[in-house]
Every structure is written in C-alpha cells, then in structure tokens.
C-alpha cells in the first residue's frame, strides 16, 4: 500500500501562485495514473487534475490553462502547479492514486485507491 502526503498549501491572495506537492511512499507510483482532487465545504470532492503513467495530462474545465500537473518518477511525486488563483479555488486539495497499474487518468474519487490527507489552499483578498 502506498502512502500519500500533500504539502504547499497556505492563504494567498487573488492572482497568486502555489505549488502542491505530493509525495509517495511505500511503493513507486511510476507505472499509476495519479490525481489531485479538491473538496470545498459543504460540495463533493472534485476532480482536479491527472496525469497517466504514460504522463498524458488531464484538467477539469475550471482550472485548464492555470494550473499544471507533474510527476518526477526519481522523486516518486507528483506536484500542483497552480496560477491565477480564485477565491473559487478555495478547497481541501487530495493527491491520489489510481486503483489500476497501467491506467488512463479517470476523473472519478472510485478509481481510486490511495489518498492522502489533503492540504489547505484559501484564496482571499
């Protein structure tokens, strides 16, 4: 089983940058389609961003062009390069893993299988 932990968010204002990362331990999340997922108060938790194994990208409509994601195999991590943020950014950001080896980036919380605790991005003025 592999672990997941999240680190790089904070308060920012309007139109600021931050970098998500995510950081994988027990097993090399290489050959894994890996997620990251963001659940604001009182919504579900919503698809993000994905990269595949093969490290095709995917983005929901929201944050195409601003945000980026990444993964450095070395470093088995994946990281959230986020521009232009907007106080509808505001959320709980999760790093995930894909439940399948060798799988496409899916854009539903049920295909995956490792998650880890999120951390706190708020955009406000």
């Known amino acids: 089983q592999v672990q997941l932990v999240e680190s790089g968010g904070r308060s920012v204002q309007p139109g600021d940058s931050l970098r998500l990362s995510c950081s994988a331990s027990g097993r090399s999340i290489s050959n894994y389609a890996m997620g990251w997922f963001r659940q604001a108060p009182g919504r579900e938790r919503e698809f993000v961003a994905g990269i595949g194994w093969s490290v095709v990208t995917q983005y929901s409509d929201s944050v195409k062009g601003r945000f980026t994601i990444s993964k450095d195999s070395a470093k088995n991590s994946v990281y959230l390069q986020m521009n232009s943020l907007k106080p509808e950014d505001t959320a709980l950001y999760y790093c995930?893993?894909?439940?399948?080896?060798?799988?496409?980036?899916?854009?539903?919380?049920?295909?995956?299988?490792?998650w880890g605790q999120g951390t706190q991005v708020t955009v406000s003025s």
């Open positions: 995930a893993k894909s439940a399948r080896i060798f799988g496409t980036v899916l854009k539903t919380p049920d295909q995956y299988d490792s």
